[in-house]
């Protein structure tokens, strides 16, 4: 998947690109102290699921956890992502 990310003051907006290319915007985008958090919802089969993401950004990289809600219970995994080189 890819991210993307742009901040405009405090403000964080961006899409999460899933491998078909359809993309889904972030919610409630934010950067304080270095602290990345967003949340993306996504729609299948008419039901709606949440992630919920949060991550340190230093240098060109985020480093965080990412926490969803799976058959009522709610799991977390680790997820990083890296500044793309510009062509």
């Known amino acids: 998947m890819t991210l993307k990310l742009k901040l405009e003051g405090d403000k964080l907006t961006g899409a999460m690109v899933c491998r078909e290319g359809q993309e889904t915007p972030i ?45 009522g219970q709610t799991q977390s995994r680790d997820w990083e992502a890296k500044r793309a080189k510009e062509k």
């Open 27 to 71: 919610q409630d985008g934010a950067l304080k102290d270095n602290v990345v958090s967003f949340k993306i919802v996504r729609e299948r089969e008419e039901r709606k699921m949440t992630s919920k993401y949060t991550g340190k950004l230093s240098s060109d990289t985020i480093k965080g956890k990412t926490e969803f809600e799976r058959d």
